[in-house]
């Protein structure tokens, strides 16, 4: 087990509303928006914090914020590779930076914006997309998930049903959501199978949402953050990695149809002390629908040959669900901060305080971006699981 | 050399993959090998991680090989704009024969129906045009064959 199992806890979260593309401001604003209501969330004054952990292509640098935030000395920064696949492993970059003392107070954030970006989705990419898929036609991710997919379904026979069923639990939660993009959009079976193709296996509703935003949570010691609020999240274990076999292959990665977790769920489990059985509610990273799938079966809650079975609508939801899964909407109708969000509403489920909340929830599980080349998981706990 | 993705040339990859496109544009279909133990580097690389090696070479190899995935795209995206009046069209990641599973990317050429994991096809190197922003390709001709069961000739690993 990592030593810094439980050793540090969220105490703090911010989040600004999902702006519309280009209509949200610059991004480095958006980003200070974040990170002060999550400073004042934990009780704590913003000049206090002195880590700054982002993921993919940030470009809110902590040390441009300084000024703004009133730092009074910035002692840790760090930026975790590689894209949404980072988002945990940030956490945990965060966690070794304060168990190690170098620093007290580290924000782990993301902030975009198309006000002062590129399009949201080059920005996303780092622009390091490789010539075997543009050449042939594939630019955006939802294409190249689009070629995990085919394998998930066609070739291990997943039934396409469950892509229906996390995009449709995703709307489902949105609608106890006044905050979420897709509040107020009923995903309707038939709505879901009449939108039109993106790339197959994939429709409209298969693919996440763009937006302007930003999402912020705040990281200390389990003693101190024990002090400020009632209920820390305890961070009980953050791997990142990827295994031989995966990574930026261009297609070459086996098995072709997962999402890469293989070898960091395996470490997940085993840090944390939990298996998947243990877990009360998740917030799987959909990029598009499918690669949230292989998350799930690569985390352990169900196999291939029975995913047809686990992954279904009714398994989804909160608050009864086997295995309810993003509560506040999800990338696909929360709105997409580039999978921060997903933090913010794991640590919600822990607080109590989610409009899908699931009852008891004491282990609250976020994956990080699938099919990423370098991917990472978090599990998140109350007092009890320590 | 004439090629002309030379002058434009994409950053995304890893630059040791550059002589397969350098290949293509000569006409040639070639792929990467460790010039020590043998093992495929597809995409190739700099050192062989089997057995520390850092010379390669790149035998000519059949364009012919196996469906592995595809997928239909059905609009147009920003950055391949130049493809909209090709919409529906087809990408495949072809499994090639005879490289332990080394898998190309490439467009298949429209037969008006979507294809399957298993058909077989072979491969016609093209010059760059702008579609491909001046990069040669492949492109893959669904071979008038039995069209094997889903997942044949599959080399991938056990189920994780
Ligand atoms: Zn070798």
Redesign the interface.
């Known amino acids: 087990m990592s030593t810094l199992r439980g050793s540090t806890a969220v105490a703090g979260i911010g989040i600004t509303p999902h702006h519309k593309r280009g209509t949200g401001g610059p991004a480095l604003k958006l980003a200070l928006e974040a990170i002060v209501a999550a400073a004042e969330d934990a009780g704590i004054s913003p000049a206090d914090i002195d880590g700054f952990v982002s993921y993919g292509s940030e470009r809110s640098e902590g040390q441009k914020m300084m000024p703004a935030l009133g730092t009074k000395e910035l002692r840790f920064a760090a930026l975790a590779w590689s894209h949404g696949g980072g988002i945990p492993g940030a956490l945990n970059i965060a966690a070794s930076a304060i168990a190690t003392g170098q620093a007290e107070t580290v924000v782990v954030y993301r902030s975009l914006s198309e006000y002062d970006g590129a399009?949201l989705?080059?920005d996303v990419a780092q622009?390091?997309?490789?010539?075997?898929?543009?050449?042939?036609?594939?630019?955006?991710p939802i294409?190249m998930c689009?070629?995990?997919t085919?394998?998930l379904i066609?070739?291990?026979g997943v039934p396409a049903e469950t892509l229906k069923a996390m995009a449709q639990a995703g709307y489902h939660h949105a609608q106890q959501n006044p905050a979420a993009v897709g509040h107020g959009v009923q995903l309707t079976a038939e709505k879901y199978e009449n939108s039109?193709?993106?790339?197959?296996?994939?429709r409209l509703f298969d693919s996440s949402r763009e937006n302007d935003g930003a999402a912020a949570v705040i990281l200390m010691s389990a003693e101190r953050a024990r002090d400020l609020t009632e209920k820390p999240a305890f961070l009980l274990s953050a791997p990142l990695g990827t295994p031989a076999?995966w990574g930026?292959?261009?297609?070459?990665q086996?098995?072709?149809w997962?999402s890469g977790f293989?070898s960091v769920a395996k470490r997940l489990w085993a840090e944390s002390g939990y298996g998947p059985q243990d877990v009360d509610v998740a917030q799987i990273y959909e990029n598009t629908t499918g690669m949230g799938v292989a998350a799930i079966i690569?985390h352990g809650f169900c196999?291939?040959d029975e995913a047809g079975e686990f992954i279904t609508f009714d398994n989804l939801i909160a608050p009864d669900g086997r295995l309810p899964i993003n509560t506040a909407g999800g990338n696909l109708a929360e709105g997409f901060i580039h999978g921060m969000g997903l933090v913010v509403e794991a640590v919600r489920q822990i607080r109590g305080t989610s409009t899908n909340q699931v009852r008891g929830c004491s282990l609250s599980l976020m994956t990080g971006g699938p099919g990423d080349a370098v991917v990472s998981s978090a599990l998140l706990g109350t007092e009890e699981t320590l | 050399m004439s090629a002309v993705f030379t002058q434009e040339k994409f950053r995304g990859g890893i630059a040791a993959d550059d002589k397969y496109w350098e290949a293509l544009a000569d006409g040639e279909f070639r792929l990467c090998r460790c010039a020590q133990c043998g093992t495929w580097m597809v995409p190739a690389h700099y050192r062989c991680g089997a057995c520390g090696s850092w010379e390669q070479v790149w035998p000519l190899v059949e364009p012919l090989g196996t469906i592995y995935s595809w997928t239909r795209t059905r609009m147009a995206f920003p950055r391949t704009e130049a493809r909209a009046d090709d919409v529906p069209f087809v990408t495949a990641l072809v499994e090639v024969d005879g490289t332990d599973g080394a898998r190309i990317f490439g467009i298949v050429v429209d037969t008006g129906t979507a294809p399957h994991i298993g058909d077989r096809v072979r491969g016609e190197i093209r010059p760059g045009t702008e579609k491909s922003f001046g990069y040669p390709t492949i492109e893959w001709q669904l071979v008038d064959a039995p069209t094997p069961a889903p997942g044949a000739g599959s080399t991938e690993g056990a189920r994780a």
């Open positions: 399009r989705q080059v622009n390091d997309t490789a010539a075997q898929f543009l050449v042939n036609g594939l630019d955006s294409q689009a070629i995990n085919t394998r066609e070739g291990e039109r193709w993106i790339s197959e296996p994939y076999g930026p292959l261009e297609g070459n086996n098995p072709l997962s293989s690569d196999t291939l």
